[in-house]
């Protein structure tokens, strides 16, 4: 019989070869996403620690007792409707969540408010890894993040309950979502992007701006040629359909303020420079960060690619619109953070290419290690210390600018130091609104501040004007005078004049708040002689001056 051969069912060397190398390159892989996923934990990880650390170590300051006091107005919390008309300048998105949460647990948390704000920014830190990567790859996706969540602008502002944070993130996804749109076959991502950017409008109505700035970068990249006119009309449509409800609703429940807030906002004199932003990046996002940043946006000027065309668009837009708006604030600039990182990263990353190409991946990998810790060093430390007490009411900066940051250590104090030691009619006279909206949150007490015009062009129609404080104080309509460091750093005018009637009516310190340290002290009197006063409460004597008591000198000025 004739043997019959057959084919060895073993694999030859050649194909266990390929085989092993699959396997490795499989195994290789593995770790890598392994290492990026740590990477990106470790950020997200330290991103949210240094936000929620001491997160209520202060109390509110005044933009966040108004939000706070609106969510509470919404939920039928303790007596916040009678000082906090949710009807004020800004859409309630952010509010009407603070609302539900107030509403499960009962009552108004501090810390729920603000750890709400923690998670839109942390949120914002990894989006801006996922566009990074998408834009320019691993590496800049990963420093752009690293950047983000240790930025102590952006750190700082994450921590108020502001609504410019969760507005960014908004606004953050709707470029991302336009980034991915090409034409008509993916116009579900240009939907998606203007609802996103409807989303932001309903946290705060100036993100109304994403529409010009997306009609630049549609019109500078050439995909606004290859896009139909319906789906133009029809993103304006989601845009508007998410802001109907804010604008029936003021001229509904406003009446004539809905119109006066349009006035205020248009027609109040700057309170700022032209050069303040950039003095803010160059205070808060650290110089050599700045810099960083400034290098990333001239290589994108030069390279213009569809990323880099996206990101112009998004700063040229939304910083013309804060350069030219007459407010600017600190937090306002937080819009611009996300894609500043991203063209920075990505600047740093090109110079390590650059090095890796003339010289070695050896000299490449230690300068990227130095340009880490160059831009990321000098922000590890004013990072951590975000939710210290800042000693200083104002940075001064390039240009001779100071840049005033809301610092209300006391302002909880004094709030409740109203609630449990003034009658509930008792109405205090404070320089500005800002104290006077802790007083109001804290201590559920009426005041006015001589800070408020008589003109309705020039004022805020949610706070009244006090024509003449002598009558009122006379009359004994007004029983307390605060003065307070933030409002007397920002307007001595206001400082002195409120001291004037201190002394006029005889008022006598009869609480007070100062800085020990790294801690606040308080007293139910007058502050210690040296020591760093923050806030003073005088009790008046009304009646005739002339006939009042021998005046003593004010303390606090």
Known sequence: MMAVRTRSADPTTEQRDEVSVEVEDHRAAQRRRMLVSLAVLAIVGVALWVRLIHLTALGFNSDEAVYTGQAGALAGVGDYARNFSPFRAHPLLLQTILAMEFTILGHMSEFMSRATVVVAGVATVFSTYLLGKRMFGLAAGLGAAAALAIMPYHVFISRQVLLDVPAGLAILLAFAALYRYDGPTTRRWLYLAAALAGIGCVIKETMIVFAPAAVVYL?????LKRTRVRDIVLCGALMLIMLGPFISTRFL????????????????PPNHPAWYFPVVF????TPVATLAIAYGVILACIRRTRADMLLLSWLA????????????????????????????ARGLVDLFLRVRERWSTWVATGAAFVMALVVLGPM?????????????????????????????????ETGLWFADHTPTNAVALTMGPSLGNLVSFYGDRDFFALSVSNDPKLRNPAYRPIPNPDVDIRQIEVQYAVWDAYTADRAPFFSTRLMSYVSKYSGTPVFSVWVDGNS??????????????????????????????????????
Do not use: C, H
């Not at 019109?219 to 995909?223: C, D, M, N, T």
């Open 520 to 557: 606040v002290a308080v007293n139910n009197g007058p502050p210690p002689a040296g020591a760093e006063v923050r806030i003073v409460v005088y009790q008046l004597v009304g009646g005739d001056p002339l006939v009042a008591s021998a005046t003593q000198e004010p303390t606090g000025q």
């Open 282 to 285: 160059w205070i808060f996002i």
């Open 219 to 223: 019109a500078w990249s050439k995909i």
């Open 317 to 344: 837009v939304f910083g013309a619109f804060f350069q030219f708006w007459p407010t600017k604030l600190l937090p306002y600039a937080i819009i611009l953070v996300p894609a500043m990182a991203i063209l920075g």
């Open 253 to 268: 429940y406003s009446g004539s303020g809905a119109g006066g807030y349009i006035i205020y906002q248009l027609f109040r």
């Open 380 to 412: 590890v430390g004013p990072a951590v210390r975000a939710g210290d007490v800042i000693r200083d009411s104002s940075f001064s900066g390039p240009f001779t600018t100071d840049v005033e940051v809301q610092d209300f250590a006391g302002g909880r």
